[in-house]
């Protein structure tokens, strides 16, 4: 970020935003808890923080519908946990197979 930024230039990343509503809790009285740095990462580095991976995969799911109705969104948030547990589109394909097979028994 350095190298692409002109001197002076403020620049912002996500743990400032993290930082900044950590503040805003504090203030309200609110109740946090510390972490070390590698709360959320096992000993390789690899995040393991299974809901913000879940949000993860869902918003980018949920992109390229560009916008939901409010009235639906409960069924997209659905798939979106189906697609999310039930792992690669091969299992998911394999799923369905086997859920049609049943329902046409």
């Keep these: 970020m350095r190298n692409s930024t002109a001197q002076g230039n403020a620049g912002f ?27 959320h990462a096992d000993r390789q580095g690899n995040h393991i923080n299974g809901i ?16 939901i ?11 979106c946990e189906w697609r999310f547990n039930y792992g690669s589109p091969a299992k998911l394909f394999s799923t369905l197979k086997t859920w049609i097979k049943l329902a046409n028994r």
């Design 13 to 39: 990343s996500g743990l400032y935003r993290r930082l900044l509503r950590l503040r805003q809790s504090r203030r309200l009285g609110l109740p946090t808890s510390p972490h070390q740095p590698s709360a």
């Design 52 to 67: 913000e991976n879940f949000w993860n995969q869902a918003k980018r799911h949920l992109r390229k519908y560009n916008g």
């Design 69 to 79: 109705p409010k009235h639906h969104f409960h069924l997209f948030l659905k798939e």
